[in-house]
């Protein structure tokens, strides 16, 4: 009989509500291809977790929880959207990465003429796989930027 009970003590406040929802979730999906009804049932869904503890709320916190949620909602399809739709850069053919080197090496070696001769040193060097360089004396702190 309990569950009965706040079944349709749901029941009521989703027909109070719904209204206001409806109406907000209208406004939010104008121009975008979100459903406004999918929107009003993801915050009922929510309301319905925490309903014991709306239930002790005046009407006023309440609709401020439900609009405030239904935005969550809202943004979240968004994100959602924006990740999906997110094109994966193509791969740079082997031959378009042979054009372009050249005209990276001269922006390297601008780079690396601004900085300051003993970092220069450092980058100049080709990397070594068999000696590491070593550190000077008084340890990387010794170098000021």
Do not use: I
Not at 3 to 20: I, S
């Amino acid at each position: 009989m309990k569950l009965n009970g706040r079944l349709n003590a749901f029941g009521d406040f989703v027909r109070e509500y719904r209204p206001d929802l409806e109406r907000l979730a209208a406004r939010l999906c104008a121009g975008s291809k979100f459903d406004p009804e999918d929107l009003v049932s993801e915050t009922l869904e929510q309301a319905l977790h925490v309903f014991e503890t709306l239930e002790d709320r005046n009407a006023s916190a309440v609709r401020g929880w439900l609009l405030t949620t239904m935005h969550q909602c809202f943004l979240e399809q968004c994100s959602r959207q924006v990740s999906d739709a997110r094109p994966v850069a193509p791969p740079v053919p082997l031959e378009l990465a042979r054009l372009s080197a050249p005209a990276l090496d001269e922006g390297v070696k601008k780079t690396l003429e601004m900085l300051r001769a003993r970092f220069r040193e450092v980058y100049a060097k080709p990397a070594s796989a068999t000696e590491p360089s070593p550190l000077p004396s008084g340890g990387a702190t010794h170098w000021r930027m």
